[in-house]
T-cell receptor, first 113, second 116 residues
Framework: AQSVTQLDSHVSVSEGTPVLLRCNYS??????LFWYVQHPNKGLQLLLK??????LVKGINGFEAEFKKSETSFHLTKPSAHMSDAAEYFC???????????FGAGTRLTVKP | DTEVTQTPKHLVMGMTNKKSLKCEQH?????MYWYKQKAKKPPELMFV???????INESVPSRFSPECPNSSLLNLHLHALQPEDSALYLC???????????????FGPGTRLTVT
């Protein structure tokens, strides 16, 4: 069965420093992987997705993620955090289709001035 | 237009009330979803509609009744809810629901439901 683990429930960074949000997945097949962001009291917004094309995926707002099959990881990074990046981030894995999407528990990103 | 709209934004209802949540998209998407999200938790899938037909019901109690009148609209009818049903209800849509293809989902802003 597929699953996804976000390794940190909370990450705190200073503005202008790099962001790393970690996600590991388990899969018997080639998965599709997504990162979504949710600001307080808002819906989810897609940051980026991996669907077996390039392993380094660039998303919106300067975020990118690298698919590493050998490590079963799909970590989200950003070179320089901005105050507006403070939000909840969800890693999502799907093996078959949209009926089979599994959300990670979420990582809350705090950005300090 | 990549927007999914949801109304109302907030809803307070008593346990004997009947109310409905509404979701709309005009992206030509053929799959629509209802999720329930409790505070500090990920969204939990409730229902999936594919081509206006219910394809997934994740063992949701019958006090929640979904309806898809057409390909752009999705409703969630609520009746005799319990206080533990208080949550953020999110609607989402995707291009399709097709085997071995995972499309990105577009989410609405949600309806914050409080059951008193």
């Amino acid at each position: 069965a597929q699953s996804v683990t976000q390794l940190d429930s909370h990450v705190s960074v200073s503005e202008g420093t790099p962001v790393l949000l970690r996600c590991n997945y388990s899969s018997s097949y080639s998965p599709s992987l997504f990162w979504y962001v949710q600001h307080p009291n808002k819906g989810l917004q897609l940051l980026l997705k991996y669907t077996s094309a390039a392993t380094l995926v660039k998303g919106i707002n300067g975020f990118e993620a690298e698919f590493k099959k050998s490590e079963t990881s799909f970590h989200l990074t950003k070179p320089s955090a901005h105050m507006s990046d403070a939000a909840e981030y969800f890693c999502v894995v799907s093996h078959y289709n949209n009926n089979d999407m599994r959300f990670g528990a979420g990582t809350r990103l705090t950005v300090k001035p | 237009d990549t927007e999914v709209t949801q109304t109302p934004k907030h809803l307070v209802m008593g346990m004997t009330n009947k109310k409905s949540l509404k979701c709309e998209q005009h992206m030509g998407h053929r799959a629509m979803y209802w999720y329930k999200q409790k505070a500090k938790k990920p969204p939990e899938l409730m229902f999936v509609y594919s081509y206006e037909k219910l394809s997934i019901n994740e063992s949701v109690p019958s006090r929640f009744s979904p309806e898809c009148p057409n390909s752009s609209l999705l409703n969630l009818h609520l009746h005799a809810l319990q206080p533990e049903d208080s949550a953020l209800y999110l609607c989402a849509s995707s291009q399709d629901v097709r085997r071995l293809v995972a499309y990105e989902q577009y989410f609405g802003p949600g309806t914050r439901l409080t059951v008193t």
